[in-house]
């Protein structure tokens, strides 16, 4: 047996490190303090390898390095020892370097999205195998598996909705693989996989093309009528103030066509009412921050009035609460605070400060407009959808439209252009090709000598 002892400066003093070898050097017993644990490392599967002892007797020590490295020979022959890195090294580098390099260029929703589908789906599935060992077959294996497993409930999920029988979406599914491809490209790019395989879908046809859900223009007539009636006459005084704004965000987003993350974020300074050169009408003018950064839109002249008692709506003031109200009774103080004065919003703060979804869904249950006919149902984003389709209705320039939603071209005309009827000139379809006269017959040529005869 061959025993070293190594001395290294360090900057609180000296350390001595004791170093024991075993199997012909194969293995090595190590510890950086006295009275520490001893700690073995080997060299198995052109790898070093390392281990912690968990003893600080060096007899017990040597007795569990040679076990440990017997077993890594062991596991080495078998084919189960890995020698390279495993998927659940790459997502752990992944979602290292993802959450650093994109602040403030993904929401924080997206990000975390990542890491919710590796810890319930990915790494159960992938975590121990090999990088090359992640194939277009696995991937396949991995959707069968993800269609098959529906109704059993997940260990490593912490939601508590109840486990259904439904399949998961092909968009649920889509996002998982998209997260795939990303770890994949991560070992790429630092070298422990050589190309990211083909993971795409090998029997996915061309989808056909889904209208959104969006409100008609009855549909939408009824709605705003709808919130207006319960706006004047709501459920409960203390529910006014919120059923106005719900009647005004309907009015506001079905005019400029503004996505509801980029209507939360939207501040009173970034909206300016003023009269548009062109047509000569009142408009909004308002810088949009949200999914696609910083941009611009103009809304419609219907967009002004509903902005404009925004503008004036004191913001709700909070007054003494039921808890507060008994506490300042058991105390024996008998004056209630003084209620604070109501404010106009100010320019920094949120014109739709808040949020009215239960509100807004229960107008919706109660004017039957949840649903559209195919069973879609409607959220805040409808107002959006229904923006565009009525813009491209009233025959807008479709990059018009994409340029002021803040989208391309392809999306309109793939998820919107593609059902409204206006867009199809009957006159370019309706084309008939003017019918030919009637054939004359041929008549016979006479020569000289037919005359003759």
Sequence with gaps: MKKTAIIGPLCTGSVVMQRHEILGGKVQIYRRAEGGSWHCSASVGNKQRRSSTRTDSLALAKQVAEDWYLGLRGKLHAGVLKSEKTFKEAASQFTREYEV??????????????????????????????????????VQEYRVHRMSSRGVANPHSRSNRPVTDKAPAWKTIHNEIVTLRQV???????????????ISSPYRASSKVEHRPWFSPAEYKQLYKATGAYAKEPFHEHYRWNAEQVHDYVLFMANTGLRPDEASNLEH???????????????????????????????????????????????????????????????????????PLAELPKPNDKVFPGNHVKLFNGILDKAGLKFDRDGKARTAYSLRHTYVCLRLMEGADVYAVARNCRTSVEMIQKHYAAHIKNMISAASVNVRRAKPSARRKPQAVQFEDDDQS
């Design 101 to 138: 390099i994109t602040e403030g260029q993904r929401s924080v929703r997206w990000t975390e999205g990542h890491a919710i589908r590796l810890r319930i789906h990915l790494l159960p599935f992938f975590g121990e195998m090999g990088l090359s060992e992640i194939t277009a077959g696995r």
């Design 184 to 198: 994949l490209h991560t070992a790429v790019r630092h070298g422990w996989l050589s190309h990211v395989p083909d």
């Design 269 to 339: 300074r970034d909206v300016e009412i003023v009269v548009d050169d062109e047509t000569g009408q009142r408009i909004l003018e308002i810088e949009v921050r949200g999914k696609r950064g910083v941009g611009f839109c103009k809304s419609m002249p219907n967009a002004v009035r509903p902005y404009e008692r925004l503008l004036g709506r004191p913001k709700p003031v909070q007054g003494e609460t039921r808890r507060q109200r008994r506490r300042r009774e058991l105390e024996g103080v008998t004056e209630a605070p003084e209620t």
